[in-house]
């Protein structure tokens, strides 16, 4: 009877092992699929078969939501609204209508990142590992190539047309910071590391990621491949402490027999807005022609907006005019009502149409030769446009940036005092 009792104890016991076992297997399970807090290295799919890293840091709120922030550089890109149920993780890209789709399995991430104005967009691939702080591997040994300062970039395309411009690039240990500047605008901030064979640079800031490669040729000479999800393109610099752009002020113009412009266009509210309007009449205006979707018109907007603050009571005014991803009203008031809301931008933002170099010629047909997202019109009290700026060098550019901004601020004193 005892050894009956003893053999029944031992199931009881064993059932029981079976079921802490059991329930702890479960508790691991669910453990490992939470979002963890911190550091994540991610890796976005390019052109080429290559991956573009980038990393972002996670802030949870609760066991559902959280902030992400993305990390180039001196650059935060921060994301809110970001939720995670079961193992699902959304991250939403507002400024851009885009989104990371992603799910969670302990310190890893598998995903896409989908474009939301493309209709069944089968977006790219997007994965990541928690824990990992570093874009690219480090050099096993320290890089003794100097390559601080500006260099003259070249970027060839795949159609075979060469464009000419600057790349300044600063290094600290093994890791390069810069940026890339074009007639059209910068390339933003870009990280990466170097060795004494060459320089990798990548950035996601929510738009497109980049990637780029490149190999040193010679003491002062580096070829290589710029990688989008859109293609490649060839590049080859040279350090050039005077490697510049073309004129800004020289690439788009009027054309012959133009002195102003004729525009009526809605606001968001539907009141059709022209120059000829009492608001306007006898002030210096500025009117920038730009879209939701282009990272630099909002490096444009982030200097404009509090400008026009401190400068409105001048007797000066600024327009936007934006050209949105679709030609559908509904749609480009709620991406321009965004635009408006996190710029807290107190001048009218004007819906010109959807994007492309006819509808802006459609719409402002007095311009020669537009080419850039943005570009800046300004215009004097007399109603006559007195110079046109194509492209913005936002603040990745450093010194680039500001003195724009005081080509800028003279400018527009200038006009003010005629």
């Not at 393109?233 to 005077?242: C, F, M, Q």
């Not at 603050?309 to 600024?318: L, P, S």
């Not at 107190?346 to 802006?360: S, T």
Request: glycine fraction near 10%; include cysteine; charge should be negative.
């Amino acid at each position: 009877m005892k050894m009956k009792e003893n053999k029944k104890y031992r199931m009881k016991k064993i059932q029981l092992i079976f079921l802490i076992l059991l329930v702890a297997g479960i508790s691991s399970c669910e453990q490992k699929n939470e979002l963890q807090s911190g550091i994540w290295r991610g890796e976005l799919a390019v052109s080429g078969n290559r991956k573009a890293p980038f990393l972002f840091e996670v802030e949870k709120h609760g066991a559902d939501s959280a902030t992400v922030t993305l990390l180039n550089g001196e650059e935060r890109v921060k994301l809110t609204g970001v939720t995670f149920h079961g193992d699902t993780l959304i991250v939403p890209i507002v400024a851009y209508d885009a989104l990371l789709r992603g799910f969670v399995a302990g310190d890893r991430i598998e995903g896409k990142f989908i474009k939301n104005y493309i209709e069944d967009d089968p977006g790219v691939s997007f994965t990541a590992v928690y824990g990992v702080d570093e874009r690219f591997e480090p050099a096993a040994q320290p890089a003794t190539r100097p390559i601080d300062g500006k260099w003259e970039v070249l970027f060839l395309s795949e159609e075979g047309d060469t464009t000419r411009n600057v790349g300044i690039f600063k290094t600290d240990g093994g890791i390069v910071t810069g940026s890339i500047l074009t007639n059209s605008g910068d390339l933003r901030f870009l990280e990466g590391a170097y060795t004494d064979k060459g320089v990798q640079l990548s950035a996601f800031s929510g738009l497109s990621p980049y990637l780029i490669d490149l190999a040193f040729t010679g003491d002062s000479l580096f070829e290589g491949t710029f990688y989008t999800t859109h293609g490649t393109t060839r590049l080859s610099g040279r350090k050039n402490d005077a490697a510049a752009l073309a004129d800004a002020y020289s690439l788009t113009g009027l054309k012959e027999g133009y002195e102003t412009l004729s525009f009526t266009l809605p606001d968001l509210e539907g009141n059709r807005v022209s120059l000829s309007d009492d608001r306007y009449r006898g002030k210096v205006v500025i009117v920038s022609i730009l879209g939701s979707w282009c990272p630099n018109c909002l490096d444009e907007m982030a200097f404009l907006a509090p400008w026009y603050d401190a400068n409105k009571d001048r007797g000066v005014e600024i327009i936007g005019i934006a050209f949105e991803r679709k030609e559908d009203e509904a749609y480009a008031k709620k991406t321009i009502s965004r635009l408006k809301e996190r710029y807290h931008t107190g001048y009218p933002i004007l819906f010109g149409g959807a994007v492309g170099k006819e509808n802006v010629t459609g719409v402002l047909p007095e311009l020669d030769n537009f080419s850039s997202y943005p570009t800046t019109i300004f215009i004097d009290k007399q109603g006559k446009v007195r110079k046109i700026h194509t492209g913005f060098n936002g603040p990745a550019t450093g010194l680039f940036y500001t003195e724009f901004i005081e080509e800028f601020n003279t400018l527009v004193d200038s006009l003010l005092t005629e």
